[in-house]
């Protein structure tokens, strides 16, 4: 009896433990699904993209005046305000005219005495003239008075001549703009004692900067192709910051140096830009782009295309929503977008962030879905 029990006893403890067994160690046994990954997309399509020759330039003034006086004497007045924007001809600085009206009076008084003589010797000579015929004056006399006449006349022309130079130089007591533009810092101020065309700084700075010009090198093998770009018409030029991160302004090529520089080994060109907003200021460093021609071809964003060691390639979003890698050939890249000519078709779904945690057949989740790209994710974390 006690052998049946204890049979009876041992089948139960095995079905108990067979039973938890089924409860406890198949929870696991249901396939996992892995978690998708947050990406962000972007649509390829056709397009049509500028090809820029890149070059390093410094932006001049079109054309620059440093402003010095002619004559010296005292400062009265600069009645212009530093950074003006001024036309041809305004009123930039005053010297005291006193000295130089004095000097025109003196020459005016001056001439007013030898035109005096003057008239008084050609009516001598007209009398001895008289009398010659005659034959109450010498032919000597007459000779001699014609000489004298002739003689205040240079007097009187030298006196003109001594005029028009005080004029002159009482117009130069008031500066005026050779040109139009603006007015940099002002050097000198009023009252001080000023000389004429000394080589020191001037009393302030006229720039023309608009127009204003980019002179700017490139290499000299690209000098055919910027020729063949001037062949076809005017080529469009755009000055960026100097780090190349924002645009600045879009002008035009004026035209390439006339010869190589053979210890650089490049070439100089210069460039003309409207700058009606002042984006571009006389010595400022840029970086230039000019446009030699356009292409064609599927483009995705820069960020899509990707380096691995069998070359580039880019990660697609297939309509199950999960990764597919293609490699790609790239025909042109500007930094913003990439041209592909082989490898993905217009309208394929790639991945433009999130791609460090993306591998072939692994499932994503697009940003626009409502999830956030692990790019981004990984950056909230830290």
Known sequence: ?????????????????????????????????????PVTAAKAAMTEVPVYLRGIGTVRALNAVEIHPQVGGVLLQVPVREGDEVEKGAVLAVIDPRPYQAALDKAKAQRVQDQAQLDNAQTDAKRYTALARSDFASRQQVDTQISTVNRFQGVVAADDAAIEEAEINLSYCVVHAPLAGRVGLRRVDPGNLIQANSTGPGILSVVQDHPISVVFTLPEKMLPTVKAAMLRGPVAVLADTSDATAELARGKLLTPDNAVDPASGTIGM??????????????????????????SGVGVPHE?????????????????KTADRRPVEVSYDDGKTAVISKG??????????????????????????????????????K
């Open 1 to 37: 009896m006690k052998a049946w029990t204890s049979v009876i006893v041992g089948a139960l403890v095995l079905a108990g433990g067979y039973a938890g067994w089924r409860t406890l160690g198949h929870k696991d046994d249901k396939p996992s699904i892995p978690p998708s990954v």
């Open 344 to 381: 993905i078709a217009a309208e394929d779904q790639v991945i433009v962030s999130g791609q460090s945690r993306v591998g072939n057949g692994t499932r994503v989740a697009l940003h626009d879905d409502g999830a956030e790209p692990a790019d981004s994710q990984k950056s909230a974390q």
């Open 304 to 320: 899509a295309v990707q380096h691995g060691q069998d070359g580039l390639f880019v990660l697609l979003v297939k309509p199950d």
């Open 270 to 295: 210069k460039a003309i830009f409207d700058n009606l907003d002042g984006a571009l200021t006389p010595g400022q460093f840029v970086s230039v782009r000019v446009q030699s021609n356009t292409t």
